[in-house]
Each structure stands twice: as structure tokens, then as C-alpha cells.
Nanobody
Framework: QVQLVESGGGSVQAGGSLRLSCVASVYTYRTNCAGWFRQAPGKGREGVAAIGLDGTTTYADSVKGRFTMSRDNTKNHLQMNNLRPEDTAMYYC????????????????WGKGTLVNVSS
């Protein structure tokens, strides 16, 4: 069973930055897709970013140019710059397969989430 643990969430003002990290219990090469999803209060879960084994990345239109995803042997990271109040959400790490539209199209494992709060 793969375990994913997120960290790096917090409270920042608009325009600030945060770096989220996701630590996996196994090497990241064991998953075709590593991604980040988010869920704002009262809304559904949406894909934010995803990265494939070859380093190919995909981002949601709402975060393009502001968020950057990377991965290494046991972690993946989401660098979030120029944060906006609408980025406020619980952010979840995910492992799965397929990359499209800023997400892994199939998710096999989820982390428990880390909270990001952006104030205006």
C-alpha cells in the first residue's frame, strides 16, 4: 500500500508563495503520474497539476504561469507563486496514471491533504 503525506500548506497574503511537498512511501518511479488536486469549501475536487515519469507536466489553466510541479526519487513538489484568494483550498497529493488537463486522469492513491489559505 502506498502512503502519500503532504506538507507545506499555510496562510499567506495574496501575491505570496508556498511550496507544497508530497512524500511517498515508495520510490516515485513506481507511478506513471503524480499530481495535485484541490478542493475549496463547497466546491468539487479539481486537478491543479500533474507530472509524468519523463517529467512532462500539465497544469490547470487557472494556475499556468504561477505554479510549477517537480518530482525526484521519493517526493514531488508544487511551487505556488503569486497566490490569489481563489487558490484557497485543501490540496491533495495523488498518484495514478494518465496526464491531461492539469491532473492524473486515473488516481490510485490519495494523501490526506494540506490546507492553503490565501488572504486578500
Amino acid at each position: 500500500q502506498v502512503q502519500l503525506v503532504e506538507s507545506g500548506g499555510g496562510s499567506v497574503q495574496a501575491g505570496g508563495s508556498l511550496r507544497l511537498s508530497c512524500v511517498a512511501s515508495v520510490y516515485t518511479y513506481r507511478t506513471n503520474c503524480a499530481g495535485w488536486f484541490r478542493q475549496a469549501p463547497g466546491k468539487g475536487r479539481e486537478g491543479v497539476a500533474a507530472i509524468g515519469l519523463d517529467g512532462t507536466t500539465t497544469y490547470a489553466d487557472s494556475v499556468k504561469g504561477r505554479f510549477t510541479m517537480s518530482r525526484d526519487n521519493t517526493k514531488n513538489h508544487l511551487q505556488m507563486n503569486n497566490l490569489r484568494p481563489e487558490d484557497t483550498a485543501m490540496y491533495y497529493c495523488a498518484w495514478g496514471a494518465g496526464l491531461a488537463g492539469g491532473r492524473c486522469t486515473v488516481v490510485h492513491y490519495w494523501g490526506k491533504g494540506t490546507l492553503v489559505n490565501v488572504s486578500s
